[in-house]
């Protein structure tokens, strides 16, 4: 059988990604193929896309870019008990995510709630599991935290949402960076928003005056120093975002991670947000045709919230 995929050749802009009619990829042992439902755009997709994290000048094999994946699965491979065909599930594929039909290692998948929608569903695997992970290398994981200050930047992003509603969750303070059009949504979130950019130590020691204990950098646009400067010490603040300001700073880089932490928090956060304790960033629907468009709108910003193919 053959279905419709993204795919890229070659290193570039947006215009390398071609539509293509490919034989359906074949789970290996310990794997499913998935019935895409809905596959979410993430920055990482497009930096790979424009080759500038790879060692070589293209792909060693056509690449399907994408992680984020909700769909049905509708073949199982060798050794695979835990889920049928039929399940409903959500995470991340191996074999990429834009496409009719994608392959996932199945300790990467976990079932999908009925009470989200598959666009949602989509939106959340690498955002959530990042944000947790994130906040458990600060000293913020499971516990109270009550009394401790955290910083996110980025507030209003898809891992910046969940790091954020986690920590107040877990009874902290938090404030949180945003453009003045989201600063709303990061105090729905229960943080107290300052506007990005220049003289953001001073905003933030105004509405802090007790001082800020960590930071969390999501947003990569260049705020590191400043948090550093807000905690008093590069090793209470973690980005995801800023690998160069990392190394110059002596600040921890996160990335990566562990399938079975990451099938532990989606379990943690997906009923809380099946019953809207906590809420989800925006979706916006893009057909899997346009795919470029939708990369590229995310990298300079066009759109807000978690851009979702449709295939
Ligand atoms: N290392 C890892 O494991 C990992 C995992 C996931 C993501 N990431 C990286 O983390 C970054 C964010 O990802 P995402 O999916 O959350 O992106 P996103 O959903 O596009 O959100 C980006 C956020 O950055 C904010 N922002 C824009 N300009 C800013 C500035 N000058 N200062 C502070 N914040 C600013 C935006 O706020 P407004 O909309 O209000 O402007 C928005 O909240 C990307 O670089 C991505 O590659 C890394």
Do not use: C
């Amino acid at each position: 059988m053959t279905s419709r995929a993204v795919q890229y050749r070659r290193f570039g802009g947006p215009e390398v990604l071609e539509v293509v009619e490919r034989e359906d990829p074949v789970p290996g042992e310990g794997q499913v193929r998935l019935a895409v439902r809905a596959a979410a755009v993430n920055p990482l997709d497009w930096k790979l896309r424009t080759g500038a994290m790879a060692g070589t000048d293209a792909p060693p094999e056509p690449k399907v870019p994408g992680y984020d994946v909700a769909g049905v699965v509708d073949a199982v491979g060798a050794g695979v008990t835990e889920l049928a065909v039929g399940d409903e599930v959500l995470g991340k594929t191996t074999s990429g995510s834009y496409a009719e039909k994608a392959v996932a290692n199945t300790n990467a998948l976990v079932r999908k709630p009925e009470a989200i929608s598959w666009e949602v569903a989509a939106s959340l695997s690498v955002g959530v599991t990042t944000a947790y992970r994130a906040l458990a290398q600060l000293g913020l994981g499971e516990g109270d935290h009550t009394g401790t200050t955290l910083i996110v930047d980025g507030a209003s992003g898809s891992v910046g949402v969940y790091a954020v509603q986690l920590a107040v969750a877990r009874g902290a303070t938090v404030i949180g960076t945003a453009s003045a059009t989201h600063q709303d949504d990061v105090r729905a979130l229960g943080a107290t928003p300052v506007v990005y950019g220049e003289g953001l130590v001073e905003r933030v020691r105004e509405v802090a005056p007790q001082g800020v204990d960590l930071a969390f950098e999501t947003a990569g646009k260049g705020a590191l120093r400043d948090l550093v400067t807000l905690v008093g010490s590069p090793d209470k603040a973690i980005t995801i975002a800023d690998y160069t300001g990392a190394q110059e700073l002596g600040v921890v880089f996160t990335s990566g991670g562990d399938p079975d932490d990451e099938r532990r928090w989606l379990a943690d956060a997906l009923p809380r947000i099946a019953d809207g304790r906590f809420r989800t960033t925006a979706v916006v629907t893009y057909p899997l045709a346009e795919a470029g468009k939708a990369q590229d709108d995310n990298q300079h910003g066009r759109v807000s919230g978690k851009l979702v193919l449709l295939p």
